[in-house]
């Protein structure tokens, strides 16, 4: 059921990619039959390995896909304020129109965004001056003035995308997407090219903005001591299914999916010298995956029934679901500090 | 390889249609061989007799039988063209590669004779070749001079990619797995440039033969020779337009347009193809 | 003890820009240390972007040359390498692990070209049959078969598959050191630990001594014996690995420990932006001082 503080609810969603080259016809099943909801003012974290169908999964929700990439069921309804949009059923002027006033997005390159031939000034001309519906003046002052709460010198408008350091442009960009105050901010692995010490502050810029401006941030990335420190929630996504969906602490201290249990317990941390087991075999071919559990291969809970049934997603506690036929049996294999209870 | 060319016909338009054209023009050209009449002889019909049953083509104001006039200059002009460009793709391939790989010294002393031949004026320098060779300047001898001045554009395409792929790390894998540099050019290197040296043959062709077409009007080959450039050649020599024998010009014209579009058609589809991304799509990768 | 790899005063400066504004970068400034042949271990360097840790590994393999000080590998030097006959006596010793392994496969080829003219040109082999021996029995050590990866192509396995192939496909002339550069950055979390036991178990079970060089903390702790830091060329800080790590004492050091993202208070939102006295310190006096040795066996850089 929708709930009324549901910024997205994504139903049933498939999205395919469909080719045909030279005779031989492909179905690669990037996206099944995904079923979530994000809520107002939360960050919710994507975690899956490549090709696990997560990036495909964020494109079909920044309405941002191309062919051989398409929805093929589903619905996606985005409530902003009284504006209700489900953009692949919507005229192609409303969904025009929500973008980077509404829903935005923070991508890995920087330079993909910030035009490397022209000042930072134009690039968010480019990209807001439109979607903010306000004179000149005023959008450079209300520009400037959000650059100065994130702690940026208004200055850098000035600048060239080559003369600022990698982190500093990430930040830009962080900046840019976030000039119009957009409910709904989509980030696809913003900080995996920085170095260590730059991804902790951009990080830590990202979760001050978004609890400034209350807006949702669906953040993706496949490094889960990034999740551990960002998500208020985090679903997993193995082989084109959301496996798992959890409050963060939950997921790390009680996960009841074996594949979130292997990801969080083979996190290998200072200060901690137990041997840390690998999870056999490879993800599967999204082409062809088997049946039943797509995890079933590699998992070492498998039973029977895992290679013919596909496990539902089901509740397993509070606003925590996991699709697993014996997601009882399932154990943590570290511990993470005191467990949530304690806590809470 | 038939089952890729099924394939290529099936699915691919550009390349059926390409097919068509050049096959038309092939086996018109391969038809020369079955001729009844020796295409150097004149006065063999009766002269400026438009196209009927009997003749075609027509017939010229030489008194040859266009058709077959016309298929040996095609077979001429196809040999020609392919022998040019088989040539210098030889020549663009290993100066490319062996630019863009050794790199230092090699690159540099390989660059400096490349761009002295970009900078050469080729059509002054094929009329002096005439003039000291004279009738010697047979159509092998020609193809062979050519190929020696088609290929320096070429060589720095290829040796643009060649330098991307030398630092790839597959490249230095190859190294540390003792392959040498011989190997890592033609093995590891040379499917990524293959689609270049298509494309630029196919150009190469249309340029060659162009080229041996102007020389020829000009009468600066050996014009007994029959090919398309000496046919239009002798048309012009016969002021053919003038005196209405129309079908002597129009009809090479229209058979060499047909032949470069073929030829077009075909380096688009084959560039589809033999591109290694398009490829790694088909064999399921990336 | 004999020694493996001697690395001694090394420095490298790269010549940026024209002639008329010729300016030098310093890559690597003044690194020393050395390997020991009895005894392998996993040495670590670590660093960020622009640390000059992936210089340091290329002039290792002789990818490039130092332009100050000697780098020698059981007794010869890169000097000493200028035909092939020499050079590839010394990659039957030293061999890479490259950092993508998508990257490191020709995808147009079959993986198993590399391993095949590995042991053809490095080990001499001819006949068949003793060639897919020796395949098979360096894809053995890492948890492989030929029978697994005979003509497959790149795209046909997984990202951790691929660095285990390209493992093995080092391991064939039976080389005393790997070089793995980032050798588990591109490579999926779940099978990342495969990769790092890996590296573990050709110490323990091989005695192939592997430099380890990475910007992650956390697995240069689970599997290092010995670690250099590295800030802007400069190694600030080197010792025993974890006695380096359980307490760092450079400013850069901590700083490094400092970022790291800790997952023990996972969900609590207490992400903290890096501390600005402790970056400062870190950053002002990058490269003052001298390496001085320290009590547990470490050396800090202190001013």
């Known amino acids: 059921m929708a709930q009324s503080n549901d910024i997205l609810t994504v139903k049933g969603l498939k999205a395919y990619y469909q080719m045909a080259y030279f005779g031989i016809e492909r179905e690669v099943r990037a996206v099944d039959d995904v079923t979530l909801s994000i809520r107002k003012n939360e960050v919710y974290g994507i975690a899956g390995e490549s090709s696990s169908g997560k990036t495909s999964l964020i494109k079909v929700l920044a309405a941002a896909i191309r062919p051989p990439l398409k929805v093929v069921d589903g619905s996606l309804t985005y409530r902003f304020g009284d504006i209700e949009i489900d953009p692949y059923k919507a005229k192609k002027e409303d969904v025009d129109a929500i973008r980077w006033k509404h829903l935005s997005y923070i991508m890995q390159g920087s330079m993909s965004v910030l035009n490397p031939v022209r000042r ?46 990698g982190g ?40 001050d903005v978004q609890q400034q401006m209350g807006s949702s941030v669906v953040f993706v990335t496949h490094d889960m001591s990034v999740h551990a420190n960002m998500a208020d929630r985090i679903g997993i996504v193995y082989a084109g299914r959301l496996v798992e969906e959890g409050p963060t602490r939950t997921l790390f201290t009680a996960p009841k999916h074996p594949y979130t249990s292997h990801l969080v317990g083979s996190l290998p941390r200072i200060g901690d010298t137990s041997p840390k087991a690998a999870l056999e075999g490879r993800p599967p071919n999204l082409a062809d995956p088997p049946a039943g559990c797509r995890f079933h291969p590699r998992c070492p809970l498998a039973i029977d029934k895992c290679k013919t049934d596909v496990p539902p997603l089901v509740a397993v506690g509070e606003s925590h679901r996991s699709a697993c036929w014996r997601s009882d049996d399932v154990k943590p294999l570290a511990t993470f500090g005191q467990p949530a209870e304690a806590l809470s | 390889m038939l089952a890729i060319v099924k394939d290529l016909i099936r699915y691919n338009i550009e390349f059926a249609i390409g097919c068509v054209l050049v096959g038309v023009i092939v086996v018109f050209a391969l038809a020369s061989f079955f001729s009844p009449v020796d295409p150097t002889l004149i006065y063999v019909a009766i002269p400026d007799q438009p196209p009927s049953g009997q003749y075609w083509f027509g ?33 663009s391939i290993s100066v490319g590669l062996l630019a863009g790989y050794l790199g230092g010294w090699v690159d540099r002393v390989l660059m400096f004779f490349n761009d002295i031949f970009v900078a050469l004026p080729i059509f002054p320098i094929l009329i002096l070749f005439y003039f000291v060779m004279r009738s010697d300047l047979d159509m092998y001898r020609l193809a062979f001079v050519m190929a020696c001045f088609g290929w320096p554009f070429d060589a720095r395409l290829i040796r643009s990619v060649a330098l991307g792929l030398r630092h790839r790390e597959f490249t230095r894998h190859a190294v540390f797995s003792g392959m040498s540099a011989r190997r890592i050019m033609f093995e590891e290197h040379l499917p990524y440039v293959m689609p270049i040296v298509f494309a630029t043959a196919i150009a190469n062709m249309i340029w060659s033969i162009g080229m041996e077409v102007t020389l020829a009007v000009l009468g600066f080959t050996n014009v007994n020779i029959p090919t398309v450039g000496t046919t239009l050649y002798w048309a012009n020599n016969h002021s053919a337009m003038v005196v209405g024998v129309w079908w002597w010009i129009l009809i090479p014209v229209l058979l060499i347009v047909m032949l470069f579009i073929g030829l077009f058609l075909l380096t688009v589809a084959m560039n589809e193809y033999i591109d290694p991304r398009s490829r790694l799509r088909r064999m399921g990768g990336a | 003890m004999t020694t493996l790899l001697d690395v001694r005063n090394v420095s490298k400066r790269f010549a940026m820009g024209g002639i008329l504004s010729r300016q030098y970068t310093d890559a690597v400034i003044d690194v020393s240390f050395a390997l020991e042949s009895e005894k392998p271990e996993i040495f670590t360097i670590i ?120 493992i093995a496909r080092a391991l064939i002339p039976n080389p005393a050191l790997l070089i793995a550069d980032e050798p588990v950055s591109m490579v999926d979390a779940s099978l990342r630990m495969s990769i790092v036991n890996l590296l573990k178990d050709l110490r323990d079970n091989f005695g192939v001594s592997v430099i380890y060089i990475t910007h992650d903390l956390a697995t240069a702790y689970y599997i290092s014996d010995r670690l250099i830091i590295m800030q802007k060329g400069y190694v600030v800080e080197m010792g025993p690995a974890r006695t380096v790590l359980d307490a760092p004492q450079h400013p850069y050091s901590q700083l490094l420990k400092a970022s790291v993202l800790s997952v023990d208070d996972a969900g609590q939102g207490n992400l903290k932006p890096a501390d600005r006295a402790m970056a400062e310190a870190a950053w002002a006096k990058s490269g003052e001082g001298k390496l001085t040795p320290r009590d547990d066996g470490r050396m800090v850089r202190v001013g």
């Open chain 1, 120 to 165: 930072i000034k134009r690039s968010f001309e480019d990209f807001a001056f439109r979607p903010m519906g306000v004179p000149k003046k005023e959008f450079w002052e209300r520009t400037e003035a959000h650059l100065r709460r994130l702690n940026l010198s208004p200055d850098i408008l000035r600048a060239y995308p080559h003369e600022l350091s």
């Open chain 1, 168 to 207: 500093m442009r990430q930040r830009v960009t962080i900046a840019l997407a976030t000039v119009c105050q957009p409910e709904f901010i989509i980030a696809d692995e913003p900080t995996t090219a920085l170095d260590v010490v730059v991804q902790k502050d951009v990080l830590a810029m990202i979760r």
């Open chain 2, 59 to 91: 017939t010229n104001s030489r008194g040859q039988d266009m058709f077959w006039q016309l298929s040996f200059a095609f077979r001429n002009t196809l040999t020609f063209g392919l022998m040019v460009a088989v040539l210098s793709r030889i020549i």
């Open chain 3, 47 to 166: 660093g960020e972007s622009g640390s000059g840790k992936t210089t340091l590994a290329r002039m290792i393999l002789g990818l490039e040359e130092p332009s100050d000080g000697d780098i020698t590998f059981e007794g010869t030097g890169a000097a000493d390498r200028k035909n092939r006959k020499v050079r590839l006596q010394f990659m039957r010793r030293v061999q890479p692990v490259f950092q993508n392994p998508f990257e490191a496969f020709n995808p147009l080829k079959q993986v198993d070209r590399y391993l095949d003219a590995t042991a053809r040109t490095l080990l001499g082999l001819k006949g068949k049959a003793e060639i897919e021996k020796s395949m098979d029995d360096a894809l053995q050590k890492v948890g492989l078969s030929y029978r697994e990866i005979k003509g497959r192509y790149a795209h046909e396995l997984s990202g951790g598959q691929l660095q285990r192939v390209a």
